[in-house]
C-alpha cells in the first residue's frame, strides 16, 4: 500500500524528506513516555530510522509505518502502522499524534482506514495493540477499535511492561 485517503486524512509510506517531523514526533513527551525513547537527536538518526525501521519493513513485510497528514494541506501529525515484533504472534496496531492534533478523532479515522485495508488485503486474522497502563486515551482508542485486553507483556529492550490487547477477525 502507497497511500491510503479517508474524509480528512492521507496516510503514506514515509519518505527520507519526512526526517523533520519523525525527529519531532518521536522526541514529544508522550512518545518518550509512553513509547520510548528512539535515541533520534538530530536528522540524521531521523533519516536512518526511516530506512532501516520504516522502509526495512515496507519491503520485508509488505506494510508497516505510514505517515498520517491532513488531507486539506497535507500537514504531517503522526504516524499509524502494523508492526511484527519477533517476540509476539500477531502483528501489532501502533498509532501515535503530535499534541495538537489530540481528541479530534485522527488516530480513529487512521487506525480504522489501516485495519480495514489489513483485514482486506492481507490475510492477518488477529491483530495486536500495546501501550502503557497509564496511557488512558490509547486504551480507549483500543477498545474504541474493538480490541479487548488480554493479557500484558514486555518487550525485549524495552524498560516498561506494556498491556496487551487483541482485535480478531471474525469470518463470516
Known sequence: M????TARLVL???SIG???FILELLNSPDWLAHIGDRNLRSLHDARKYIREKFHAVHEDKGVGAYLIQLAENKKSIGTVGLFK???LDHPDLGFALLPDY???GYALEASQALMAEIISNYGIETIYGLTTAENASSKALL???GFLQTDTVRLPDEDKEFLLFSYSIKAD
Open 2 to 5: 502507497e497511500e491510503l485517503r
Open 12 to 14: 503514506r509510506q514515509f
Open 18 to 20: 519526512d526526517a523533520p
Open 85 to 87: 515484533r519477533p517476540t
Open 102 to 104: 489530540y481528541r479530534k
Open 143 to 145: 477498545t474504541r477499535l
